[in-house]
């Protein structure tokens, strides 16, 4: 089992920043590769960003993000700390969601729901214009 708790929400104007945080605890953490969704009001969960999983060699690409969210967003891990944080810049309006923290066994780049095998509760996130 894998407990995820996700923090660092809030509401913030639009071009403004946030960092959320998501802490987790119980397997090895660098195990797992680590994803962002969120979920809008009246909308489906969607994929936001990945950050591989530690263990073993790789030459290509370490992370993965959205097209909407690409150039604005920034996701990163500490294994040191079981930590995975997405910085978050010039945010829009339409980036207001709740945002949640996954982790997956499945691949190295999740990028699907079912792909990922533990969930964090949430964190709201509301951009005013």
């Known amino acids: 089992q894998v407990q995820l708790v996700e923090s660092g929400g809030g509401l913030v104007q639009a071009g403004g920043s946030l960092r959320l945080s998501c802490a987790a605890s119980g397997r090895i953490f660098s195990n797992y590769a680590m994803g962002w969704f969120r979920q809008a009001p009246g909308k489906e969960r969607e994929f936001v960003a990945c950050i591989s999983w530690s263990t073993g060699s790789w030459s290509g690409d370490s992370t993965y993000y959205a097209n909407s969210v690409k150039g604005r967003f920034d996701v990163s891990r500490d294994d040191a700390k079981n930590m995975v944080y997405l910085q978050m810049d010039s945010l829009k309006p339409e980036d207001t969601a709740v945002y949640y923290c996954?982790?997956?066994?499945?691949?190295?780049?999740?990028?699907?729901?079912?792909?990922?095998?533990?969930w964090g509760q949430g964190t709201q996130v509301t951009v005013s214009s």
């Open positions: 996954a982790a997956s066994s499945a691949a190295r780049l999740p990028v699907l729901i079912y792909e990922y095998d533990y």
